[in-house]
């Protein structure tokens, strides 16, 4: 898994932003910090409960200059779907090639329902400079990460 130091792997990927265009990491860190929030899955319960969430506090990552997206492997196609059912009002990146849970090492599996390569969820903010200021790895993908720390994390990161 990439650290806390480290410097954030890079990438293009599309993004569901009610289209589907192209999202690059390094252009939009120079609109300040990113927050990718890593999801194993569209439409499954805890993971709508943890974009809702994200949404909910959505204001407050926008005050410290931040920019939150959420990143799983499902297709740009229903990512638009799950934002648009959700009201969510930040972009969703698809890494239905699943290049990005590799470079950030989160890949997991539900073994018992036999479906491989999909996100751990997972928090990651990377300041301006590309450098990951926090990361958050979950377990237990029912687990959900502490929405004060990554807060704290994002302002921190803006600073």
């Known amino acids: 898994m990439v650290s806390e130091g480290d410097k954030a792997p890079t990438f293009t990927a599309p993004i569901a932003n009610g289209e ?68 969510l009002e930040f972009d969703l990146i698809s890494d239905a090639n699943r ?6 090492d989160i890949v997991t599996s539900f073994d018992q329902y036999g479906i491989d390569e999909l996100a751990q969820r997972a928090v990651f903010v990377i300041d ?19 929405y004060d720390e990554v807060e704290e994390a994002a302002a921190a990161a803006a600073n």
């Open 20 to 87: 589907v265009e192209t999202f690059d990491l390094e252009t939009a860190l120079e609109d300040g910090p990113v927050v990718l929030a890593f999801f194993p899955g569209a439409f499954t319960s805890v993971c709508s409960h943890e974009m809702n969430t994200f949404q909910d506090r959505l204001a407050e990552f926008t005050d410290t200059g931040a920019t939150l997206y959420g990143v799983s492997v499902d297709s740009p196609f229903t990512l638009n779907e799950f934002r648009e059912k959700l009201g």
């Open 128 to 146: 301006e400079s590309g450098t990951i200021t926090y990361a958050w790895v979950g377990d237990n993908p029912g687990i959900e990460p502490d």
């Open 99 to 104: 290049e990005l849970i590799e470079e950030y």
